[in-house]
């Protein structure tokens, strides 16, 4: 099997990515960070601000607006879909994984490396679900990828240098307007410094470099210096914000990302012994190649680190050298007839602890308590997925199998995607989850009392004013105000006495803890007021 997919990689990337990205993608709640891309997306179609970018109306320049610009090719056709919105960054995604193939293949000089290289990347844990948690981080990183991709492709031709310096500029300039300098800093610059302290470099090459990194910040820039022409008080009080924040907000130790080899997930073991360096620099096929992918993977931790806001997303950058560390390392695995000790007993360990995982599926119903028609049909297939992968690597568990075993981990990760997330409907603890919807409202004006949440807005599906009561009730009969939990008690007491309250409606957005449940949030809980002009 793995020759027919040596023979056709970009179609076997293509058709594991459209699994891996493209199934459930109306089952998970609409996170904070999608709400606010969504919203920025709506507001272009329905309120024209296309380069004044708005969330509910109010200046949004936290982030650069490409996401949301490709969103809205989508989107137009039904605003209301969440399937359309999060389409897009699936997209995206799929462009990371083929331009991280060819930018692999361009360094390594050969196929096996750069196709296993990017089966490992699309598989990783955090590549698959940074696309529901932070879209903006799929767009930058991706096209960060495209630009180092046509830089190195620029620096080795001697024929179209001067078209892939035009595409490597392109692709960092769009890197830079999905989410400012943060991939220059995590994939860039990282890449650049191993770049060079492995490879010879010469005059063309620190040219090429220079010139596509300044031109590529110049074009992603020009949304910045519109805003700042346009609107320079309230773009340099957000950037004022925003720069406070890497210093101010979750603040963490220097060490805190050392465990950043678990964001690759199911590749967890084999990861972390890839980066055994000297061990393994007299094993793998092209010792330059891993010493450029360790560096890389060494430095961008690193680079992170030092920033003292530190999240667990922000890793995303170092599962690209990662997963060509790793690959190289499983490339000579495949081929040797004597696994080392160390590659034997963490491969060993790996699958045992696969198989586990396979076979413990069968507890899901300990776990779950629904018990309808749709789980079972649900939960018998996964298991039955699950088992057959068990089966594979049970009846194939050899150091010399280790092949057979790689491909179980893609059809692992492919099973869970495709059929494990679509039983996240099934987890669903609060009976009294409900969110808000647009047939709920009255086509007339809605408010807002002292704030409103991203995901609050999305599910309005309209722009909300914030409420004065001294200038928005003069002429109106009757009016809806969206009011958070916190903030009850005191509406009550601000409604002028010439209003009444005609409906009240709760709504709950915990989806998995109920309201008993001590982890319970109330922050998601708000009311919809429906205040009527008293006769």
């Not at 793995?2 to 109306?26: A, S």
């Not at 969103?71 to 997209?91: A, E, G």
């Not at 331009?99 to 050969?110: C, E, M, P, V, W």
Request: hydrophobic share 50%.
């Amino acid at each position: 099997m793995l020759k027919l997919i040596y023979k056709y990689p970009v179609i076997t990337l293509i058709l594991v990515c459209v699994i891996l990205f493209f199934f459930n993608l109306g089952v998970l709640p609409v996170s904070i960070m999608e709400a606010r891309n969504f919203n920025v997306a709506r507001e272009m179609l329905t309120e024209n601000n296309w380069l004044l970018t708005t969330m509910n109306a109010i200046p949004r320049y936290e982030k650069p607006p490409f996401p949301a610009w490709f969103t809205t090719m989508f989107s137009q056709f039904n605003i209301k879909s969440v399937f359309l919105y999060r389409l897009p960054t699936s997209i995206v995604a799929t462009f990371g994984v083929i331009f991280s193939y060819y930018l692999f293949k361009s360094l390594a000089q050969t196929k096996k490396v750069a196709l296993i290289a990017s089966l490992v990347l699309a598989t990783s844990f955090y590549y698959v679900a940074i696309r529901f948690e932070a879209p903006s981080d799929t767009y930058t990183h991706a096209f960060m990828i495209a630009g180092l991709l046509f830089m190195t492709k620029a620096i080795q031709s001697s024929t179209k240098s001067l078209l892939y310096i035009s595409l490597a500029i392109l692709g960092i300039g769009i890197s830079v307007l999905s989410k400012g300098p943060v991939s220059l800093y995590a994939v860039f610059l990282p890449f650049i410094i191993a770049y060079f302290s492995t490879y010879s470099y010469s005059k063309k090459a620190i040219i090429i470099s220079i010139s596509t990194f300044l031109l590529g910040i110049a074009l992603g820039s020009t949304w910045y210096w519109y805003i700042e022409f346009i609107n320079p008080k309230v773009l340099n009080q957000i950037a004022n914000e925003e720069t406070s924040n890497w210093s101010s907000y979750n603040v963490r130790p220097f060490y805190y990302y050392w465990s950043f080899f678990i964001q690759s997930g199911i590749w967890t073991v084999p990861a972390l012994i890839s980066l055994a360096y000297p061990y393994f620099k007299t094993k793998v096929d092209n010792k330059k190649l891993y010493k450029f992918s360790w560096l890389w993977t060494v430095l961008a931790v690193v680079l992170l680190s030092i920033i003292p806001e530190k999240k667990s997303r922000y890793l995303v950058p170092v599962l690209f050298p990662l997963a060509l560390n790793l690959a190289q390392v499983l490339l000579y695995q495949f081929r040797t007839k004597k696994l080392d000790i160390v590659s034997r007993i963490a491969m060993k360990f790996h699958y045992v602890l696969i198989f586990c995982i396979g076979i413990s599926i069968v507890a899901i119903p300990l776990i779950i308590e629904v018990r309808t028609t749709s789980f079972w049909i649900w939960y018998y297939t996964l298991v039955a997925l699950m088992f057959a992968i068990s089966a594979v690597i049970f009846f194939n568990y050899s150091p010399l199998k280790c092949k057979i075993l790689f491909l179980s981990n893609i059809l692992l990760i492919m099973v869970v995607t495709s059929a494990g997330i679509y039983g996240i409907q099934f987890l669903k603890q609060n009976d009294k989850y409900n969110a808000l919807t647009s047939a709920e409202l009255q086509p007339s004006f809605l408010y807002y009392y002292k704030s409103i949440q991203p995901e609050v807005i999305w599910g309005s599906n309209r722009v909300s004013k914030p409420l004065d009561f001294s200038k928005n009730f003069t002429s109106q009969h009757k009016v809806q105000v969206i009011v958070e939990n916190v903030y009850v008690k005191e509406f009550k007491q601000q409604i002028p006495s010439e209003y009444e309250i005609k409906s009240v409606k709760a709504y709950d957005r915990n989806y998995f803890k109920a309201a008993d449940n001590r982890r319970h949030d109330r922050r998601k809980v708000f009311y919809l007021y429906t205040l009527k002009q008293k006769n």
